[in-house]
């Protein structure tokens, strides 16, 4: 069995003002997205409902 954590993530999105942004974990009990700014030193966080409403994934 692997021991990741599944809160775990890696993947990217732009907002809506167009900058890149890094989704790093998902928290469940308070459902929101956690996320970096591309160029800022502190985590940032979204209602996990308003993210998917504003941010489009990168692929």
Same mark, same amino acid.
């Given at each position: 069995?692997?021991?990741?954590?599944?809160?775990?993530?890696?993947?990217?999105?732009?907002?809506?003002?167009?900058?890149?942004?890094? $989704?790093? =974990?998902?928290?469940?009990?308070?459902? @929101? %997205?956690?996320?970096?700014?591309?160029?800022?030193?502190?985590?940032?966080?979204?209602? $996990?409902? =308003?993210?998917?409403?504003?941010?489009? @994934? %990168?692929?």
């Amino acid at each position: 069995m692997r021991n990741e954590d599944p809160n775990r993530l890696d993947r990217y999105y732009r907002n809506p003002r167009g900058l890149l942004v890094h $989704v790093i =974990r998902y928290d469940r009990e308070k459902q @929101r %997205v956690i996320f970096m700014i591309d160029g800022c030193e502190y985590e940032q966080c979204e209602p $996990v409902q =308003r993210f998917k409403e504003r941010y489009t @994934r %990168v692929k």
